[in-house]
């Protein structure tokens, strides 16, 4: 097969435009295309054969010239490749929206090469989030101090949430089981009973109703925690003699992880 260049989106494209009324040439002042038509601000059109970073570099640049720029990519046809673009296509042109790039697809593999416009460029203004940013700003504000690196992918992050737990762990491991109620009053964490009853991290033991104690885990991991609790004013809680095996680590942080534990407010 044929490796697909460059030089083989420009006629798709050329047909594309004269169709619509536009004078196209090639290659005008380092731009791939150029449509001019009755007076209007002209069209620059980069091509490329996959979609890249260098692709959108270029874009940029051609709006210096005009507010009219597309970038038009080659459409992968069946294998990995389109499906790879399945996955990155709205990214791709959520990216192109924010920059104020249009985007342009041809399917050479479609006859004489199909052209789809999949955007056109404009001004872009995103839409904030009021729930996605009251909700970053109240785990800001709830988390105490900063106990996370940023860039962090592997350690498990400390959330406020995770805080709450801690407290809660680090005060039955030191006063024993104790009801819902003193655990709230002696914390200070509001949703104390939401976190013992959810028991998320596999930390706590209902005892008997509405009577909570720390878990054989729970112990272990004030130790794992003991730079957190220390900065939360609990050093010292928590012992290294816990109960409990490996696998029941492993299997409560993976039932942790699926609860995702930065989205408990």
């Not at 104390?192 to 009577?211: C, K, M, P, S």
Request: charged fraction near 25%; proline fraction near 5%; aromatic fraction near 6%.
């Amino acid at each position: 097969m044929t490796r697909l260049r460059e030089t083989d989106l420009y006629p798709p494209i050329k047909r594309f435009l004269e169709g619509q009324g536009y004078e196209v040439k090639g290659e005008v002042a380092d731009c791939d295309v150029v449509a001019c038509r009755d007076g209007e601000d002209p069209v620059v059109v980069e091509l490329k054969t996959a979609f890249s970073l260098p692709l959108v570099f270029q874009g940029i640049r051609r709006q210096t010239v005009t507010d009219l720029v597309y970038l038009a990519v080659a459409l992968p046809g069946a294998g990995a490749g389109r499906r790879a673009w399945r996955r990155q296509s709205r990214d791709i042109v959520k990216l192109c929206r924010l920059l104020g790039l249009g985007l342009i697809t041809v399917a050479p593999a479609r006859g004489p090469g199909h052209v789809e416009v999949l955007l056109d460029p404009a001004s872009y203004q995103p839409r904030k989030s009021p729930r996605r940013r009251g909700r970053l700003l109240r785990e800001f504000q709830r988390r105490v101090g900063d106990p996370n690196c940023g860039g962090s992918s592997k350690r498990r992050l400390v959330t406020a949430y995770r805080q709450d737990a801690l407290r809660c762990a680090g005060y039955l491991a030191q006063a024993g089981p104790a009801r819902l109620a003193e655990i709230r009053s002696a914390t200070g964490v509001a949703g104390a009973a939401r976190i013992l009853q959810r028991d998320v991290y596999g930390w706590f033991q209902r005892v008997e109703r509405g009577t909570y104690a720390v878990t054989p885990l729970g112990r272990r991991e004030l130790v794992v925690y003991a730079d957190v609790l220390d900065s939360l004013g609990l050093a010292g809680l928590g012992s290294r003699d816990g109960e409990g095996s490996a696998h029941d680590h492993q299997a409560h942080d993976h039932q942790a992880h699926d609860h995702q534990e930065g989205r408990p407010a």
